[in-house]
């Protein structure tokens, strides 16, 4: 099935959802929080504010009045969007009755059922929503921490470190060095490591063709491994070398003083370094108490954490199986956990949770890639239950109506998240 702006979205209304009758509270209507405005809690927000008709109050709350996705952030790089392109503000979700409200949480009350803010302010919920996306595990790459990231940035949150990874690498020498730290799994968007190392490989090629990437990657193996390789020989011939752990790719530290990186010895003097470090759940969730140490365990029917019934944890944050964390996922997920959430506030039906993520990936000009799967709930996790993937060596058509497919999917997604 070929995506567009309008399959997805008409898609997505297609269930004929029953009209709600709010439960009883002494407090007035229900209350919904969510904390996170990304692609799991702007969902979650706008649908229960939607498909409620007003009888719930949706809180939604996010430090950034513009949300630049990370997803599709690596074709900024590439040449291929423009920085604004990304950019996605509030004003339809606030219109939709949603209450938007620009702060960071900064504590949770399980027992009280609060939620306070930077500001102060102290948000009562029957139900919370966390959707806080990745926070990075300190000392994963020694010699790196946030303070370093002006230096050598991670680009793993949209937004101004994109920006200032690609101001770097329009700023290398002729035949410089750009090296990535790739992440150890689990982390944000498998692919996307590595369609970013093809889309700084597509800028370099235009504009320092001496130039050369270097991937240094803890994992044996990664997604879409023959995909991109395949793409690399083919467009950047001698450009892109990785070494693995079987190289000391697992065994790394940086200077950012210096601008080297140590791989199991040897020293490496680069112009870039692009340190993607390993991850957890945003930091709320931890304040919560709803991680393991690193993410949060949910139960699968419905997103729910297994800390607390009252908690649904979306997106990358949350541990649940076989689906990846990405912007496609959360999006997924908000759903089912919307349609749970209105179900148990407002008495109304709740469907069976069915959950589908696709990936795309572009490794060149009109050469896009992808790889998908759908899942259903079972008792121990989200399980795949069918899956699909592009094959090495298709057409240079179908590989362009690929990358199109891409663009019409994004173009739909962020009218669903964000109400566009």
Sequence with gaps: MTLDRRTFIGSAAATVLSAPMVRGAAHGRPKVVVIGGGAGGATAARYIAKDSEGQIDVTLVEPTRTYYTCFF?????????????????????????????????????????????????????????????????????????????????????????????????????????????????????????????????????????????????PKESYSKQALFEEGWQAHYGGMIDRLGPDFGAANVSVNPAEMTVDIDGQVETADVVNVIPAQKAGHIAEVAGVTDGNWAPVNAADMSSKADPDIHVLGDAAAQGDMPKSGFSANSQAKVAANAIRGALTESRVFPAKYSNTCWSLIAENDGVKVGASYEPTPEKIASTDSFISQTGEDAALRKATYEESEGWYAGITADIFGG
């Design 73 to 217: 952030s690596n074709l900024y790089l590439g040449g291929f969007k423009e920085f604004d392109d990304l950019g996605h503000t509030y004003g339809s979700l606030a219109a939709s009755g949603v209450n938007v409200v620009h702060d960071w949480a900064v504590g949770v009350d399980r027992d009280a059922k609060t939620v306070t803010l930077g500001s102060g302010a102290v948000l009562s919920y029957d139900k919370l929503i966390l959707s806080p996306g990745i926070d990075f595990i300190e000392g994963s790459v020694p010699g790196w921490d946030i303070s370093a990231q002006n230096r050598m940035p991670h680009a793993y949150k949209g937004g101004s470190q994109t920006q200032l990874l690609k101001a770097q690498i329009e700023a290398m020498p002729q035949g410089g060095l750009f090296v990535m730290v790739a992440p150890p799994n689990p982390y944000r968007c498998p692919p996307g490591p590595y369609e970013r190392v093809s889309m700084v490989a597509w800028h370099l090629k235009q504009t320092n063709p001496t130039a050369k990437i270097l991937i240094v990657d």
